[in-house]
């Protein structure tokens, strides 16, 4: 990488077989890495160009992911440099991991509902996949 700009791991899985939209996986995806502190504050993200190849996608498609996620303030741009992850406080982080769980929950409420499953096979389920990802 030219100008000392740091090497940095994809965790960003696209889905081709997902009914969710690939824009959609990669905003998902960013706010997964900014959250797990992958990018810190003001951390310079990926190059349209260099995400879209590493994660084999139209450079369109990570354009709208970044368009999005600035539209969201989650990250903003420096005129010529880039994408930038915007500061936040650890409250706002806190926040959008619990909206972003929530939907994922919500989701999961839908599949046990239309299986008429009872609230406590679900929490059995829930507790189970806990201790399975050894979550504290």
């Known amino acids: ?18 009914p969710v939209p690939i824009y959609q996986q990669i905003i998902e995806g960013m706010q997964r890495e900014i959250l797990s502190g992958v990018f810190a504050a003001d951390d310079r993200l990926p190059s349209i160009r260099d995400l879209a190849i590493s994660l084999k996608v139209n ?24 994408a930038y992850v915007t500061p936040k406080s650890a409250d706002d982080l806190l926040e959008q991991a ?3 769980m929530e939907k994922h929950i919500l989701e999961i409420i839908a599949i046990a509902r239309s299986m008429n499953l009872d609230r406590q096979h679900v929490r059995k389920i829930f507790d189970a996949v806990l201790d399975q990802q050894e979550v504290k």
């Open 1 to 18: 990488y030219a100008h000392g700009e740091r090497r940095w791991p994809v965790m960003i899985k696209i889905n081709e077989s997902s």
């Open 59 to 82: 450079p369109n498609t990570i354009a709208r992911a970044y368009q999005e996620l600035a539209n969201a303030g989650t990250i903003y741009f420096k005129r010529g440099q880039g």
């Open 98 to 100: 619990q909206a972003q």
